[in-house]
């Protein structure tokens, strides 16, 4: 058996969700003259590829430390939709089934395409990556649950749409160049789309259910697009974590991993090593 990493490069360049604590590391003792090197490090948990949990948006609900292994670990795919959504796009469950089976109780990774715009990634843009992606309406979430999903994760700030979280009040700019492109596409403004009962619906609505999201993966998930694989999310034991930075991993047998190795020679790789995104071809 062996892994391939889905999980983002983690450094004091890597943005946290906007307005959240970045990472800071610092050295409190060295080798000389205290014989060890040790750092404090201060940040935020939505920094980096984490895992959101229940009680980031549900007072009642399961901590970090509560989520056993076999809701962290089980099969699933990953579907590549980067050929259909681009910027301030909605996607939608056909997208999701055009394109791979998913069984009930799957783990589903969404391949927007935007870890492209990575801090790692050689066309980093951390508003595109963060304020630009595609998302979600309702009723991609009610596919969710009645898929009974353990969890899903997506490949870039959010699972929620940018336009349906406060960055439509933050970034006015933006959220004037989705309101063209909604009207445009639509025939809607994104008021008339994501109204006040919808808000964060990917939180609020489905972290009731116990269907939680990790945000912000990447790594070499370039290689398993539209593949079935078994998927493992491991954060801290973090008691009374709201969320956690975590590593997130695709286990595939030794053979599939040989094929994958040939595949990644045909990307160029990021200074990290990881492969690097290839740019989609949106329809």
């Given amino acids: 058996m062996k892994i391939i990493d889905l999980t ?3 450094g004091v360049g890597t943005p946290p969700w906007p307005t959240y604590e970045p990472l800071q590391v610092k050295y409190f003792k060295r080798l000389a003259p205290n014989g060890a090197n040790g750092q404090i490090v201060t940040h935020s948990n939505h920094l980096g ?3 959101d949990g229940e009680i980031h948006f549900y007072t009642p609900g399961k901590d970090i430390a509560s989520l056993d292994f076999d809701f962290l670990y089980g099969p699933g795919v990953i579907v590549d939709l980067s050929d259909a959504a ?3 796009d909605i996607y939608t ?4 089934e055009e394109r791979v089976e998913v069984h009930e109780g799957d783990i589903l990774i969404i391949h927007t395409g935007y870890h492209r715009y990575g801090w790692d990634q050689p066309t980093a843009d951390e508003i595109r990556y963060m304020v630009k992606h595609p998302g979600p309406d309702r009723e991609f979430a009610e596919w969710c649950k009645a898929k009974k999903l353990k969890w899903l994760g997506v490949d870039c700030g959010s699972a929620d749409h940018p336009m349906n979280t406060i960055i439509r009040t933050w970034m006015p700019r933006q959220t004037k160049e989705a309101e063209a492109h909604f009207d445009n596409k639509y025939g809607k403004s994104v ?3 994501f109204t006040d009962d919808k808000y964060q619906l990917m939180h609020l609505e489905l972290f009731p259910h116990g269907i939680i999201h990790a945000e912000c993966l ?4 370039d290689l398993l697009l539209n593949e079935r694989v078994d998927i493992g999310c491991f954060p801290w034991r973090f008691v009374d974590g709201e969320s956690c930075i975590s590593r997130i991993v695709a286990f595939v047998d030794d ?3 040989t094929a994958l190795m040939e595949k990644k020679k045909d990307f160029s790789l990021t200074k990290y090593g990881d492969c690097v995104c290839q740019r989609p071809q949106i329809q």
């Avoid at 469950?93 to 999701?96: A, E, G, P, Q, R």
């Avoid at 990447?218 to 998930?221: A, E, L, N, S």
């Fill in 86 to 88: 681009g910027d301030y």
């Fill in 8 to 10: 983002i490069p983690l």
């Fill in 191 to 193: 008021a008339d789309v």
């Fill in 93 to 96: 469950s056909d997208m999701v």
């Fill in 49 to 51: 590829t984490h895992l």
């Fill in 255 to 257: 053979d599939r991993y």
């Fill in 218 to 221: 990447g790594g070499d998930i």
